[in-house]
């Protein structure tokens, strides 16, 4: 059974910064691609960024520049270093396992509580 935990949200004020992280148990953690995802109140759960085990990786265009995804497969955990944060990017940010192919980021139903992040003066 897959399981994920993040952390590392909170309230930041606008251009301020947070890295989040989120550490997997299960079988499958280390091998699939992995990704970060986020819903706002009242929207769809969008992507913001992928990652490969061969480290490609995929930003949304809202976070291109200001966001960043790594992971450590040793320790099962991605992390997403957020700078520059602005009011639209509160959500609630949750990881995810998946598959990548035909350049696109494909989802598994395996998804953690999330954590939450508020940007706001």
């Known amino acids: 059974q897959e399981q994920f935990v993040e952390s590392g949200g909170g309230l930041v004020q606008p251009g301020g910064s947070l890295r989040l992280s989120c550490v997997g148990s299960?079988?499958?953690?280390?091998?699939?691609?992995k990704a970060w995802y986020r819903q706002a109140p009242g929207k769809q759960r969008e992507l913001v960024a992928a990652?490969?085990?061969?480290?490609?990786?995929i930003y949304a265009d809202s976070v291109k520049g200001r966001f960043t995804i790594s992971r450590d497969n040793a320790e099962n955990t991605v992390y997403l270093q957020m700078n520059s944060l602005k009011p639209e990017d509160t959500a609630v940010y949750y990881c995810n396992v998946g598959a990548y192919y035909n350049s696109k980021y494909h989802p598994t139903g395996f998804w953690g509580h999330g954590t939450q992040v508020t940007v706001s003066s």
């Open positions: 299960g079988s499958i953690f280390s091998i699939y691609a």
């Open positions: 990652i490969t085990n061969g480290d490609v990786t």
